[in-house]
């Protein structure tokens, strides 16, 4: 059954850089709920479905803060999409902070729930912390030498040539290169698998709209094997600084601007980062969530981890990276996350 909730907006500050988000809670407060703290995943935004997520839980029972990291979304931090793994961990431990002192929350019961690429961040920042009650991963990142294998050659290649062209820029202290998040097969994107752009589009709420530089690129390139689905337009709207047709902003109807990239180094420095094994150090127990097909984070590593590590539990799902999202897979996803926090870290 569930319960009437609110959501109002936050800031906290992560390393002085102000980060920016929602918090959601049961609209009544006594007793106190337990707290969980969502992250997204690579380049992504709370609002691409995350927000979601946090009415859902809340529903249930629980308070929940999700937030966009520092230099992403609604955060401050320049220049934007400057990615950084301790960055971003820092940002998580810090809404943790901030979300004990919420009204409303259990700040002895803290839960983290992280997504793609945040799922190697919760495994990093449960292991250091000892304050965590549970922690749940869904399409989780463990291994990035297996995520790069995903990849063609070509966009292997091209990715470490947007790298050299980061680290030169740094070296004469000018901002960092940006090389595409998504992209079709063999462009130089860091996710090119062929269900990535359509999977990611879906994510977007309704009157989401592409810049004039990805919309160009869609008309000249992507319109034979992409389809825009119904939240998302066209417009010629003009780029700051664009660095190629890839990376080109995305807005959303609040405003938000995203950019189809991240700092290139960081698809170099990703590649060394093995999250997964870290699982068997875990102090509090969680949920593995695995799509069996999902192109972006490959299932076979994750499994092996998980199912070596005491505290784990795994669940697998016949989905791709991008199905859970939305619809179905949605629901059938977050009821069993949710049976699993009414086992470990129950409301009152």
Not at 72 to 95: C, K, N, T, Y
Not at 128 to 145: H, N, V, W
Not at 213 to 233: C, E, M, V, W
Request: include cysteine.
């Amino acid at each position: 059954m569930s319960v009437a909730i609110v959501e109002n907006p936050i800031e906290f500050l992560s390393d002085g850089t102000v980060c920016r988000g929602l918090f959601v809670r049961p609209a009544a407060i006594d007793p106190p709920a337990p707290l969980v703290v969502m992250s997204h995943g690579l380049g992504g935004l709370y609002e691409m479905r995350l927000d979601a997520y946090a009415r859902r839980f809340a529903e249930a029972g629980y308070a929940v803060l999700t937030f966009d990291y520092r230099h992403f979304g609604r955060s401050d931090g320049q220049p934007r999409h400057w990615l950084v793994r301790e960055w971003q961990q820092a940002d998580i431990m810090a809404a943790i902070d901030h979300g004990k002192t919420l009204p409303g929350v259990d700040g002895r019961r803290v839960i983290l729930f992280g997504s793609s690429l945040a799922g190697g961040h919760m495994i990093d920042v449960s292991c250091a912390r000892k304050d965590i009650s549970a922690t749940i991963i869904q399409g989780p990142f463990t291994d990035g030498l297996a995520s790069a294998r995903a990849l063609a050659v070509p966009s292997v290649l091209g990715v470490g040539l947007f790298a050299l062209a980061d680290a030169l820029s740094r070296l004469v202290r000018r901002k960092p290169v940006l090389v595409p998040l998504a992209g079709t097969w063999g462009t130089p994107a860091l996710m090119t698998a062929p269900d990535v752009v359509q999977g990611v589009l879906k994510l977007f709420p309704p009157g989401t709209v592409l810049s004039g530089r990805l919309s160009k690129h869609f008309r000249r390139f992507a319109q034979k094997t992409i389809h825009l689905t119904p939240n998302i337009s066209t417009s010629e709207r003009p780029e700051a600084d664009p660095i190629s047709d890839l990376t080109g902003s995305i807005i959303l109807p609040t405003g938000t601007v995203l950019i189809n990239g991240v700092s290139a180094l960081f698809g170099l420095m990703i590649m060394t980062w093995r999250p997964g094994k870290k699982l068997s150090q875990l102090r509090s127990p969680m949920l593995v969530c695995v799509c069996e097909h999902d192109s972006v984070a490959p299932p076979g590593p994750t499994l092996r981890y998980a199912r070596a590590a005491p505290q784990c539990e795994t669940r697998v799902y016949p989905y791709g990276h991008f199905d859970i999202y939305t619809d179905e897979p949605f629901d059938l996803m977050t009821a069993d996350q949710l049976a699993f926090l009414q086992r470990v870290v129950p409301v009152n």
